[in-house]
């Protein structure tokens, strides 16, 4: 082994072996993404179960005003009686998850009501007057004899969410099996209606359909993740050196500068990769869980070796470049305190191009390419949905931003770690102010620490 | 040549030549914080620079440091140009002032072992080094606690093996007693002429007399960057005419006060 790099490897060791004692660190890097997605899917789940049990509990209220007679095509004396209208109604409702029938709370409205009252802001008095989640006017056209159910709802009220949509569903169920049984008493079949049927066949190929909604979210959250894993060592290993007093401590080790700042950047750098990757692996294996109990709404994850050699490969491209750009600010603050006074608004700043990711219509090209963060979350997309081939070019491209980005940022981190600036807050006046200095004194000119 | 050779032949270890240290302020514009000092010390020699707050000693310090460059001038650490070979001069030196700090989350015994593995320690000596340094210290009971939670005498004492942990001919001190108590001054007292008794050059930086009197082979008198006087206790006594320290310092201090009006006017 060169001396160079056990230089550099020993003070990695140092930095790492300083930063995960480091309580922040721990909490951002490893116990938040072990700990995080597990509560907060079975928060999630907890609570869409609850609103669900909620809602079923609850009665359906609704005030119907309908003539005596409901439904009769031909002969309106061959309809339903109201009674068994409102019970062949609310049979058509969903059912809860165990066939159980919701149960519906019916109030009574005149025709006249509906028609003088139940318009604009009438309608919302009438809500309130009869205590129900919707007012249902069903009546006969007259003029196209017709029956036509109107549904007045406040779609803002959070009780009647879903109401709406439940008593459509049945209104639409009950006139099929109305049409069916009319066809059938004319002498027809009711197979006969199956001949304008529709279905839809998903075109995403099976072994990447379960990657579809992870695609949306997870690039996102690892980019974000990742960014904190970098954001305190970051401060810790500049800032919070300085405000320890162990900077000066630093400067005087026998080793350049430059394998110093190597060291502390592959430590930020660590530990950026280590949340990434815990940050994957606990969304992995707490996915199930989220599958487990939204039944079938969820599907789940299917990577090959490829995708995820291509996800850490553009990841780890993606948080060398940030973790050399939070050093490069973080290196001029004095105090843990303004370095977050300094990376807090450039961490926020740099994550809206990487939210945008989630918005559909955005692709990884050439031209988003270029965008810092927004092509890493794109890139992250594309290997998630399993097109990577298709957008190889743009990869590459995504890759090459990400290390051009960090060499400017390493440059910048070379120039400035220890320098005399940051290191005690002098001002040596830089070249000009020196160089006038050494020349009125007819002195030799600038020198730089190394 | 060990340290205890250098002291029988008394050779410099510690050259410093007409050295200057600008820095640029908003306010006051370029000034010279160094204004063309010079001083040269031995191994086996304590060496002092004494003057107020502000006087330029801890600029110098941290140029022979390395931590500084100086913006002219020449300084040379056991015969190494700080600008020249920066590495090399750290190398041969120990630095410890009220601003080395500790790493808080190391433990004493990882501290000592780092430091001694970048000074070039080698790897199967650095245990022994480290045993020996406990011994001398009386470290043991603390050694393997995390910095953070020692209290300030045993930081203190990690600090100074720290720094002498390679053994080095240079040992710069910046003003080291300050925001000590009694018993911290007296332990860095008797570390500094244990020190000398080894041949260490020992240079270091303070604004109390006493400190001065009782530890300086020689003494430099330093005020605005420059140095006004250098010699033994009794030989600034006898140039100024004065009894004691406080009374050559002060004679050297007016007269730089009596030739600033004139020299402005």
Redesign the interface.
């Known amino acids: 082994m060169s001396a160079r790099l056990r ?1 550099i490897l ?1 003070i990695l060791r ?1 930095e790492l ?2 930063t995960f ?2 309580r922040n660190t721990l909490i951002y890097a490893v116990a938040l993404p072990i700990v995080l997605y597990p509560a907060i899917f079975l928060v999630v789940v907890q609570l869409l179960q609850l609103q669900g049990r909620l809602e079923r509990a609850a009665p359906l209220r609704v005030a119907l005003a309908a003539p005596e007679r409901v439904l009769g095509w031909e002969d309106p004396e061959s309809g339903l009686e109201l009674a068994e209208f409102r019970a062949a109604l609310a049979a058509q409702l969903p059912r809860g998850p165990e066939g159980e029938a919701r149960a519906v709370e019916w109030k009574h409205a005149s025709l006249e009501e509906a028609r003088r009252e139940w318009k604009g802001d009438g309608a919302r008095a009438a809500l309130e007057r009869h205590g129900v989640e919707l007012l249902l006017h069903v009546e006969r056209d007259s003029s196209s004899a017709a029956w036509r159910a109107q549904a007045h709802h406040d779609p803002l009220a959070l009780e009647a969410r879903g109401a709406a949509s439940a008593w459509a569903g049945a209104w639409n169920a009950l006139r099929d099996e109305r049409r069916v049984a009319a066809y059938a008493a004319a002498g027809g079949t009711a197979a006969a209606f199956e001949v304008l049927a529709w279905s839809e066949v998903d075109a995403t190929p099976p072994v990447n359909r379960g990657n579809r909604l992870p695609a949306l979210l997870i690039p996102m959250i690892l980019i974000i993740m990742g960014t904190i894993g970098a954001f305190y060592p970051a401060i810790d290993a500049t800032a919070g050196e300085r405000e ?6 630093t ?6 500068r430059t394998y110093l700042a190597t060291g502390k950047y592959l430590a930020v750098l660590t530990s950026a990769l280590l949340a990434f990757a815990l940050n994957l692996l606990s969304m992995w294996l707490t996915w199930p869980l989220l599958r487990a109990s939204l039944a079938g709404g969820v599907e789940a994850w299917n990577l090959s070796l490829l995708q995820i050699a291509l996800l850490f490969a553009i990841g780890g491209l993606f948080l060398s470049f940030v973790s050399a750009l939070l050093l490069s600010v973080a290196v001029y603050a004095r105090t843990f305190k303004e370095g977050q006074a300094f990376l807090g608004p450039l961490y926020s700043l740099c994550l809206l191009p990487a939210m945008v990711a989630a918005v559909p219509g955005f692709e990884l090209d050439q031209r988003t390419a270029c965008v810092p963060f927004l092509n890493a979350a794109l890139a992250l997309r594309a290997i998630f949905e399993g097109h990577a081939e298709q957008h190889l070019p743009a990869l590459l491209q995504t890759g090459g931003v990400c290390l051009l980005l960090t060499g400017l940022c390493l440059m910048l981190v070379a120039r400035s770690y220890l320098s ?1 600036e940051t ?2 807050g ?5 070249f000009w ?2 160089w ?3 020349r009125s ?1 007819r ?2 000119g ?5 | 040549m060990s340290a205890a050779e250098g002291a029988r032949s008394g050779a410099i270890a510690v050259e410093v030549r007409e050295l200057v240290k600008a820095f640029h302020d908003p306010r006051r514009g370029t000034f010279r914080a160094v204004d063309g000092m010079s001083f040269a010390c031995r191994r086996g020699e304590v060496f002092g620079l004494l003057g107020p707050n502000g006087a330029g000693k801890t600029t110098t310090l941290r140029v022979l440091a390395t931590v500084l460059a100086p913006t002219s001038g020449q300084a040379l650490l056991d015969g190494v140009d700080v600008v020249v070979d920066p590495l090399e001069a750290r190398r041969r030196l120990g630095f410890l002032t009220g601003n080395t700090g500790l790493y808080p989350r190391l433990t004493g015994r990882e501290t000592l072992s780092f430091f001694a593995r970048l000074h070039g320690v080698p790897e199967e000596r650095i245990p022994a080094r480290v045993a020996e340094l406990s011994k001398t210290f009386g470290m043991e009971s603390y050694l393997d606690g995390r910095c953070e939670k020692l209290s300030t005498g045993q930081k203190q004492k990690i600090s100074i093996a720290r720094a002498v942990v390679h053994d080095p001919p240079v040992l710069i001190l910046d003003e080291p007693t300050s925001g000590l108590d009694i018993i911290g001054s007296s332990a860095m007292i008797d570390f500094v002429a244990a020190r000398r008794a080894a041949g260490t050059c020992v240079v270091f930086s303070t604004h109390i007399l006493s400190e001065a009197e009782e530890l300086c082979d020689r003494i430099a008198i330093v005020l605005k960057g420059r140095v006004l006087a250098i010699g033994t206790l009794q030989e600034l006594c006898e140039r100024t005419g004065t009894a004691n320290l406080r009374q050559a310092f002060l004679h050297y201090a007016r007269s730089v006060e009596q030739v600033a009006p004139s020299a402005g006017s």
């Open positions: 230089d020993l140092h072996r300083s004692r480091d320890r007093g162990t900077a000066e401590t400067a005087v080790l026998p080793l350049p005399e290191l005690i002098g001002d040596s006046g830089g102010v020196r006038k200095a050494a004194a002195l030799p600038a020198r730089r620490t190394r």
